[in-house]
């Protein structure tokens, strides 16, 4: 393998250079990251043991590389894009490292391409990119359950936490949107960056969304990682939005769920980092649809694990999966009727340092692999003793409201 990184002037918005085919794939917030389209490689995997695999695959790819890389930052040089199944079976997982990827950082741009065939390759010029079609016509059903049949679930869930067999359990839900055409993955994309500015949007293999949380970012001995639980709904009113803000800060609901979900982010991360700093008090993240208790965790590492090997470590997370781990995935697996395939599970990118960011596949949908004008949409809530199925319903509702939104308007 051949890869060649080469520093390049403002090519534009990352998400305008993306060709309609050719699989794009993006990982972007604010105008900055990485996009990338063709496949150079890739490595398909299934079951437990998916995460070691694909990341011995790729220390085994950039052992052997031959990189000239002349700008040297984290997401530059050979990148590979993944996203992994959230159990182990069903679902497939996969790495794949594009033929060419354009990144912005800290106000520089560089495209870096990919040869599997032993030369080096000419530096390719960008290709000429058509306007992204609007999805028309798209009409959206029940996906494995109806509302209704959901809210006995999560009923179900609190009766369960109610008789003290578990703290928490997340339960999630999908919706099916299908149109007369395939979907042109650039429209939505384009739309959940604009809107969503706060998130990181990704598409990988089929896979699209703009998720709020980040699993973990490993750059250069630095790790972080954005805990995400406790949620409302906004409602469009400015004022009101604030006066709820200040409620979920007080809410001991929100903040009990909230604490699940950084110990056992802190825990899993603990064994990497050498030094560590877990904020005592989450914030409130604002986004268009819904608002969040969020807390930044960040740590020191001088341990060789890869980004995607801490994404490993820390999946599923109390965010997605529930508290104790083992109860609320056993549970998940009896109870929720749903095949999540990479909703909830890992997304993200990784470089030949292992230097990476991965974030939880939320509020995202899933290309059909047999019909391309048809996806499915994903949205889960963690439930707690006092979780109401009613609200939970609506919360769920305003989660799918970002990707519903970037399918239709
Ligand atoms: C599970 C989802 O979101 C997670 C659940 C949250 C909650 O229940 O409060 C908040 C953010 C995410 O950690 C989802 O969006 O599907």
Same mark, same amino acid.
């Given at each position: 393998?051949?890869?060649?990184?080469t520093?390049? /002037?403002d090519p534009g918005p990352l998400l305008e250079l993306l060709p309609e085919d050719g699989a794009p794939m993006t990982w972007v917030r604010r105008g900055e990251g990485v996009v990338g389209w063709g496949e150079a490689a890739r490595f398909d995997t299934v079951g437990a043991n998916r995460f070691v695999a694909a990341d011995r695959w790729w220390r085994r790819m950039v052992a052997t590389a031959v990189v000239r890389d002349e700008v040297?930052?984290?997401?530059?040089?050979?990148v590979a894009f993944g996203?992994? /199944?959230f159990d182990d079976v069903p679902g497939a997982s996969s790495l794949v490292l594009p033929e060419m990827v354009v990144g912005h950082r800290a106000g520089r741009w560089w495209v870096t391409t990919v040869s599997v065939?032993?030369?080096l390759p000419g530096l390719a010029d960008l290709p000429a990119v058509s306007q992204a079609r609007r999805p028309r016509d798209i009409t959206f059903s029940d996906g494995s359950r109806t509302g209704t049949e959901w809210e006995s679930i999560v009923a179900e869930g609190v009766r369960r936490i109610n008789a003290g067999e578990l703290e928490k359990v997340v339960l999630a839900r999908d919706l099916v949107a299908e149109g007369t055409e395939p979907i042109d993955r650039r429209w939505p994309i384009q739309r959940l960056a604009e809107r969503y500015p706060r998130c990181w949007t990704f598409s990988v293999d089929g896979l699209i969304g703009a998720t709020p949380e980040l699993l973990v970012r490993r750059e250069r001995g630095l790790i972080t990682s954005r805990v995400l639980a406790g949620t409302i709904r906004r409602t469009g009113?400015?004022?009101r939005d604030l006066a709820l803000a200040a409620s979920l800060a007080r809410s001991s609901k929100d903040l009990e769920e909230h604490e699940y979900a950084v110990r056992s982010v802190a825990d899993a991360l603990a064994p990497f980092c050498s030094s560590m700093n877990v904020p005592e008090t989450p914030f409130v993240l604002h986004l268009p649809n819904v608002m969040h208790l969020a807390t930044d965790l960040a740590g020191?590492?001088?341990?060789?694990?890869?980004?995607?090997?801490?994404?490993?470590?820390l999946h599923p997370s109390a965010a997605v999966g529930g508290t104790p781990t083992k109860d609320a995935g056993e549970l998940i697996r009896e109870i929720e009727g749903l095949d999540r395939a990479r909703y909830a599970g890992p997304v993200g990118w990784l470089d030949a340092d292992g230097d990476g960011e991965w974030g939880i596949a939320l509020r995202c949908a899933e290309i059909d692999p047999d019909n391309a004008a048809r996806m499915r949409l994903f949205a889960g809530c963690g439930i707690v003793a006092g979780s109401d199925p009613e609200a939970e319903l609506a919360e769920s509702a305003a989660k799918l409201v970002p990707m519903r939104d970037a399918l239709s308007v």
């Amino acid at each position: 393998m051949v890869v060649r990184t080469t520093e390049v /002037a403002d090519p534009g918005p990352l998400l305008e250079l993306l060709p309609e085919d050719g699989a794009p794939m993006t990982w972007v917030r604010r105008g900055e990251g990485v996009v990338g389209w063709g496949e150079a490689a890739r490595f398909d995997t299934v079951g437990a043991n998916r995460f070691v695999a694909a990341d011995r695959w790729w220390r085994r790819m950039v052992a052997t590389a031959v990189v000239r890389d002349e700008v040297r930052l984290p997401g530059t040089g050979p990148v590979a894009f993944g996203s992994f /199944a959230f159990d182990d079976v069903p679902g497939a997982s996969s790495l794949v490292l594009p033929e060419m990827v354009v990144g912005h950082r800290a106000g520089r741009w560089w495209v870096t391409t990919v040869s599997v065939s032993g030369n080096l390759p000419g530096l390719a010029d960008l290709p000429a990119v058509s306007q992204a079609r609007r999805p028309r016509d798209i009409t959206f059903s029940d996906g494995s359950r109806t509302g209704t049949e959901w809210e006995s679930i999560v009923a179900e869930g609190v009766r369960r936490i109610n008789a003290g067999e578990l703290e928490k359990v997340v339960l999630a839900r999908d919706l099916v949107a299908e149109g007369t055409e395939p979907i042109d993955r650039r429209w939505p994309i384009q739309r959940l960056a604009e809107r969503y500015p706060r998130c990181w949007t990704f598409s990988v293999d089929g896979l699209i969304g703009a998720t709020p949380e980040l699993l973990v970012r490993r750059e250069r001995g630095l790790i972080t990682s954005r805990v995400l639980a406790g949620t409302i709904r906004r409602t469009g009113d400015d004022a009101r939005d604030l006066a709820l803000a200040a409620s979920l800060a007080r809410s001991s609901k929100d903040l009990e769920e909230h604490e699940y979900a950084v110990r056992s982010v802190a825990d899993a991360l603990a064994p990497f980092c050498s030094s560590m700093n877990v904020p005592e008090t989450p914030f409130v993240l604002h986004l268009p649809n819904v608002m969040h208790l969020a807390t930044d965790l960040a740590g020191v590492t001088d341990d060789d694990a890869s980004s995607l090997a801490l994404a490993a470590a820390l999946h599923p997370s109390a965010a997605v999966g529930g508290t104790p781990t083992k109860d609320a995935g056993e549970l998940i697996r009896e109870i929720e009727g749903l095949d999540r395939a990479r909703y909830a599970g890992p997304v993200g990118w990784l470089d030949a340092d292992g230097d990476g960011e991965w974030g939880i596949a939320l509020r995202c949908a899933e290309i059909d692999p047999d019909n391309a004008a048809r996806m499915r949409l994903f949205a889960g809530c963690g439930i707690v003793a006092g979780s109401d199925p009613e609200a939970e319903l609506a919360e769920s509702a305003a989660k799918l409201v970002p990707m519903r939104d970037a399918l239709s308007v």
